[in-house]
């Protein structure tokens, strides 16, 4: 199970950090995903993080995202965020967080397998 707090509404320029506490199983074993969703659009991946037995890149971050978010995980916790910087108009969506069959921090979102129910962010201009 996924829970994911955090969203709200927030300025252009603004920050907002989300976090996703999960149960159920193992977490440090799985890569962990952001998506986003806007209204009449797929759903869009942002960012993800490795689980501990991938040995490669540690995150992977969507273009749109790069700079502007970072993804961590405290594994102790069984918790991931999101931490948003610089926010803008575009990135106003509901937010997913996905956990992944594997540790591969993936992009597809075919690879995870179980998903939260969303927070919404709405950023103003």
């Known amino acids: 199970q996924l829970v994911e707090s955090g969203g709200g509404l927030v300025q252009a320029g603004g920050s907002l950090r989300l976090s996703c506490a999960a149960s159920?199983?193992?977490?440090?074993?799985?890569?962990m995903g952001w998506f986003r969703q806007a209204p009449g659009k797929e759903r869009a991946f942002v960012a993800a993080?490795?689980?501990?037995?991938?040995?490669?890149?540690?995150?992977n971050y969507a273009d749109s995202a790069k700079g502007r978010f970072t993804i961590s995980r405290d594994n102790a916790k069984n918790t991931v965020y999101l931490e948003m910087n610089s926010l803008k108009p575009e990135d106003t969506a509901a937010y997913y967080c996905?956990?992944?069959?594997?540790?591969?921090?993936?992009?597809?979102?075919?690879?995870?397998?179980?998903w939260g129910q969303g927070t919404q962010v709405t950023v103003s201009s």
């Open positions: 159920g199983r193992t977490f440090s074993n799985y890569a």
């Open positions: 996905a956990a992944a069959r594997g540790s591969w921090p993936t992009s597809l979102r075919t690879a995870y397998d179980s």
């Open positions: 993080i490795k689980g501990i037995n991938w040995s490669a890149s540690d995150t």
